[in-house]
C-alpha cells in the first residue's frame, strides 16, 4: 500500500506536504506510510484514500506484479496495457488501466500516456471510474482527475481469435485542441511490441474511412495484426 500511495500521489501531483495537511499527519509520517515503515489503520487508510481520490481498495491492488514462489508473475488486481497511434507526435502512445478483480470491484484507474509501464506515477493524466462487463463489450467510464470537464469512455470488444486482447474506441476531449475526439485503441491483457505491426494496426485504414463517410458515424471494425 505504501508503494501505490506514492504511486498516486505523485500522479495526482501532490507533495508529500500537501497530502499530510489533508490527512492531519506530519510529513515524518505520511513519508514512513509511504516506505512501509508503519502500519495504516483502517481510519487511516480511508483519511489517505479520500485525499487521492481512489477506493481504499485502489490502495491495495497492486500496480507491480508480484512472483509467486514458482516464479510466475501474480497479480493481486487486473492490469490491462492500453495501445492507441497519436498522429500528431507519431507515436505509440502507451497506457494502463489498473482495476479489481473480476466479481470483486468494478472501480478501475487508467494512468494515461506513460513512459513505461513501470513508471505509471509519470502519466500525463490520471483518470478513476468504473467498468462494466457485458458478454462481448466491456465499457469504461472514466473521469479526468485534474479537470473534471473531461470525461473518457472506453469501449472494447473481446476478440474470439485473440480473447487476451480487445479492440475499440476510445473517445474523450483532446487537451491540445480541446475538441472531441476518438481513436482507434487495442486493449491487451499482454505487454505488446510496439514494433511497425502495432502501428499499422492502429491507423486508420481505407476501409475505416469508407466506413465513417458512408455511415456519417465513426465505426472501428475488429484490428487484426500480426503481433
Known amino acids: 500500500m505504501g508503494e501505490n500511495i506514492r504511486v498516486y500521489r505523485r500522479a495526482n501531483r501532490m507533495t508529500l506536504s500537501e497530502l499530510a495537511e489533508k490527512i492531519n499527519k506530519s510529513k515524518a509520517t505520511v513519508g514512513k ?3 512501509g515503515a508503519i502500519a ?4 487511516t487508510l480511508y483519511e489517505i484514500a479520500a485525499a487521492l481520490k481512489v477506493s481504499p481498495f485502489q490502495l491495495m491492488v497492486s500496480l507491480v506484479p508480484e512472483k509467486k514462489e514458482q516464479g510466475e508473475p501474480r497479480l493481486l488486481g487486473e492490469r490491462r496495457y492500453l495501445y ?3 498522429g500528431r507526435a507519431s507515436r505509440i502512445l502507451r ?3 489498473v482495476s479489481g478483480k ?9 494512468f494515461y500516456d506513460i513512459p513505461s509501464f513501470a513508471e505509471p506515477q509519470r502519466c500525463r493524466a490520471l483518470y478513476y471510474g468504473h467498468r462494466q462487463k457485458h458478454d462481448f463489450v466491456t465499457n469504461y467510464i472514466l473521469e479526468n482527475q485534474s479537470n473534471g470537464v473531461e470525461h473518457a469512455f472506453l469501449c472494447v470488444m473481446r476478440s474470439l481469435d485473440r480473447p487476451s486482447e480487445s479492440t475499440g474506441l476510445i473517445s474523450g476531449i483532446s487537451s491540445r485542441m480541446l475538441l472531441p475526439v476518438s481513436a482507434k485503441c487495442i ?8 514494433n511497425e505491426e502495432l502501428t499499422e494496426s492502429l491507423l486508420l485504414t481505407k476501409e475505416d474511412i469508407r466506413l ?3 455511415c456519417n458515424m465513426f465505426i ?3 484490428i487484426s495484426w500480426i503481433g
Open 33 to 35: 506510510y509511504e516506505q
Open 40 to 43: 495504516l489503520d483502517m481510519d
Open 84 to 86: 492507441l497511434y497519436d
Open 95 to 97: 497506457s494502463l488501466l
Open 102 to 110: 473480476e466479481g470483486e470491484d468494478d472501480t478501475v484507474t487508467l
Open 187 to 194: 486493449l491487451s491483457e499482454d505487454v505488446l511490441p510496439e
Open 212 to 214: 465513417t463517410r458512408r
Open 220 to 222: 472501428v471494425e475488429q
